[in-house]
């Protein structure tokens, strides 16, 4: 004796859950969308200006002691205290407003553009 089959006799329609839920009728395939045409490739990668520079330095001990109890009291963040405190070191400093040569801005410049990744 033959065994019933355990397929069923509707078509197996292949639809994703979304094709289910939203309505595709069965046996119609969705229109492919096509992606926006690519943009031209550039020469170089558009330069981002980075937000902060990292940069290291060195403190005499008891410089760095208090400045980090400063930042500890105050309840600020180390950069915000050096941020603040270099402004206002720097705000009568005419050499600071100076621009740097050519051969040292480009070198400087590079710090400040985040690179491309």
Same mark, same amino acid.
């Given at each position: !004796? =033959? /065994? @019933?089959? !355990?397929t069923g006799t509707r078509p *197996?329609? =292949?639809a994703s859950a979304d094709d289910l839920i939203y309505g595709v009728e069965p046996g119609v395939l969705p229109t492919p969308t %096509? =992606? #926006?045409p690519a943009a031209p490739a550039a020469a170089e990668p558009q330069a981002l200006p980075v937000s902060r520079v990292v940069f290291?330095? +060195?403190? /005499?001990p008891d410089?760095? *002691?208090e400045? *980090? +109890?400063y930042e500890y009291w105050a309840h600020m963040e180390l950069h915000e205290v050096l941020h603040e405190a270099l402004v206002a070191y720097l705000a009568d400093k005419p050499e600071a /407003? /100076? =621009? %740097? #040569? @050519?051969k040292v801005a480009a070198k400087t410049l590079k710090r400040l553009i985040r690179k491309p990744s």
């Open positions: !004796m =033959a /065994k @019933p089959s !355990m *197996r329609v =292949a %096509l =992606a #926006p290291t330095n +060195q403190l /005499k410089v760095y *002691r400045l *980090r +109890q /407003k /100076k =621009a %740097l #040569p @050519p």
